[in-house]
């Protein structure tokens, strides 16, 4: 298991044992997993976005701390709020993390998680410039979550 896949896990492990609202120190958290505190920088910059759920609050200082608070959405909401704040392009890491939220609070099934990223994959871009390719599959992932949300409602 990759290393951010680690510190992700053991965000949201603490996510759900604490009620969906965990406050951290960086340094204590990397200390713990054997990590360096930018990479818990970059799991929480990455995977812990308000597009995927969560809204993150920090304090500088001595005394600082990171608050990870999961907002809670009905499945329907959740699509929706995600149609509506994907913005004009996104990229392939974007979207797995994001259908790996969707999936992990069961508003997405496996298979409906699978369809998709198959859908959004590299190889189905070849030979389109980066900035089409993440239009392209912006546009591609809100229909498809419009698809799931309509056909949920």
């Given amino acids: ?3 951010t896949d680690m510190i992700a ?9 604490d009620g969906g609202q965990i406050q951290i120190k960086r340094n204590e958290l990397a200390n713990q997993l054997g990590c360096v505190p930018s990479q818990i920088n970059y799991v ?9 759920g969560y809204r993150v609050e920090s304090r500088r200082g001595g005394g600082g701390y990171i608050r990870i608070i999961k907002l809670h959405y009905g ?6 709020h995600l149609i509506n704040t994907i913005g004009e392009s996104i990229d392939l890491a974007s979207c797995r993390s994001i259908l790996q939220n969707l999936h992990y609070d069961k508003i997405l099934s496996t298979q409906q998680c699978r369809l998709m990223m198959a859908v959004l994959a590299d190889q189905n871009f070849k030979g389109l410039p980066e900035t089409t390719k993440g239009r392209l599959r912006a546009n591609l992932f ?3 979550l419009a698809a799931v949300a309509q056909n949920d409602g």
């Fill in 75 to 80: 499945g329907h909401e959740t699509l929706f």
């Fill in 1 to 3: 298991m990759k290393i």
């Fill in 9 to 17: 896990k053991e965000l949201l492990d603490m996510l759900e044992q």
């Fill in 142 to 144: 809100r229909a498809m």
């Fill in 44 to 52: 929480i910059t990455s995977r812990f976005t308000e597009e995927q």
